[in-house]
């Protein structure tokens, strides 16, 4: 079982909807991730916070909104998105930060689907 | 170049056959290096992390050669079970991220 939680597994949405992605996890990591993975392509990383503060965005489009509420919740905000948005949203936690991350613990993730 | 560039899938191979996995990266500074496995329509998950001086999990061997930027993992006597995409994954520390290679697909076949 993974010990990083994302909710919901799937989600269903129209452009002008808005929804929102959690994560959560219990192992005291320091830095949380959002990743974007389409059908055999790897990972690709959104955002990255370290101790609560974003530290990375790759220059994500604004329709992607992520808030760190807590060292244990991570949120990712969803509004206006397109069809091409479709894809497995990704979450991670990691004991190190700044490159120097060790291992990471991936959630089972949230599969989109904008119509 | 890719930063993390890895052998073209997929591999189809017959049960207890061995496999060796391929992967050059082209940052010179990076220091962490790992394997992970990644099962469909599943997360990824860590298989192994490559230390210098070689490393061994029961049947998965991953070696790395700093000099020729190079990261390898070998599976002997394969099983059905193995068949996964394997994401041959590199830190890049002034960036402090890590950077995910295509992935190689494995298929092991009765």
């Known amino acids: 079982d993974t010990e990083v939680t994302q909710t919901p597994k799937h989600l269903v949405m129209g452009m002008t909807n808005k929804k929102s992605l959690k994560c959560e996890q219990h192992?005291?990591?320091?830095?949380m991730y959002w990743y974007k993975q389409k059908a055999k392509k790897p990972p690709e990383l959104m955002f990255v916070y370290s101790y609560e503060k974003l530290s990375i965005n790759e220059s994500v489009p604004s329709r992607f909104s992520p808030e760190c509420p807590n060292s244990s919740l991570l949120n990712l905000h969803l509004h206006a998105l397109q069809p091409e948005d479709s894809a497995l949203y990704l979450c991670?936690?990691?004991?190190?930060?700044?490159?120097?991350?060790?291992?990471?613990?991936f959630g089972e993730g949230s599969r989109l689907t904008v119509l | 170049r890719k930063e993390v560039e890895q052998d073209p899938g997929p591999f189809n191979v017959p049960e207890g056959a061995t496999v060796a996995f391929n992967c050059t990266y082209s940052?010179?500074?990076?220091?962490?290096f790992f394997w992970y496995r990644q099962d469909c329509r599943k997360e990824p998950k860590l298989l192994m992390s490559v230390y210098s001086s070689g490393n061994e999990d029961g049947r998965f061997t991953a070696q790395l050669n700093r000099a020729s930027q190079y990261i390898s993992l070998l599976i002997r006597d394969s099983k059905l079970s193995d068949s996964a995409t394997y994401l041959c994954v590199v830190n890049k520390l002034q960036a402090g991220k890590l950077i995910f290679g295509q992935g190689t697909e494995l298929s092991v076949k009765p």
């Open positions: 940052n010179s500074a990076s220091q962490s």
């Open positions: 192992m005291g990591h320091r830095a």
């Open positions: 991670a936690s990691s004991r190190g930060t700044s490159g120097n991350t060790g291992e990471l613990f």
